[in-house]
């Protein structure tokens, strides 16, 4: 077993988990190193990318990143490498960038179903294929609201 340094995360040799009751002796056991989605954050290594266009982000941009961070934990409830990278807002856009390419789909998806409007995805986008088949492909969702 591992532990991850900056999250705490613990990897039990198939998945990381983030929900733990580990004595602090069994603690001091554990190899420590960074988990996935650590190392994937220190790398600014992005395997999502969520583009949200409308007038609902600068209506009610409160409600808009409660619900983006509810997403996010949900996902991260499924898989616990989910994690947003960074989000950048511009009036009426935002940029969200994921570290994984479902919690990117599992926002976007969100968005459409409480705000309606139109959605693209976009999978293993150009410059960023998998290094094989078993890797996780890279997506590009776009989300626009009608004005």
Request: net charge positive.
């Amino acid at each position: 077993m591992k532990i991850c340094t900056k999250c705490q995360a613990v990897f039990n040799g198939k998945k990381w988990n983030g929900s733990h009751e580990l004595s602090e002796e069994k603690v001091a056991t554990l190899k420590r190193t960074l988990c996935t989605a650590c190392k994937r954050i220190r790398d600014n290594i992005v395997f999502g990318t969520v583009h949200l266009e409308g007038k609902a982000l600068s209506a009610r941009p409160d409600e808009i990143m409660r619900m983006i961070r509810r997403e996010e934990e949900i996902e991260r409830s499924h898989n616990y490498c989910s994690r947003i990278l960074d989000i950048k807002r511009d009036g009426r856009k935002m940029t969200i960038r994921t570290v994984n390419s479902s919690l990117a789909i599992h926002i976007a998806k969100q968005f459409k179903k409480t705000f309606k409007g139109r959605l693209d995805i976009y999978k293993d986008t150009p410059g960023h294929r998998p290094r094989n088949k078993d890797s996780e492909g890279t997506v590009s969702v776009k989300w626009s609201q009608g004005t």
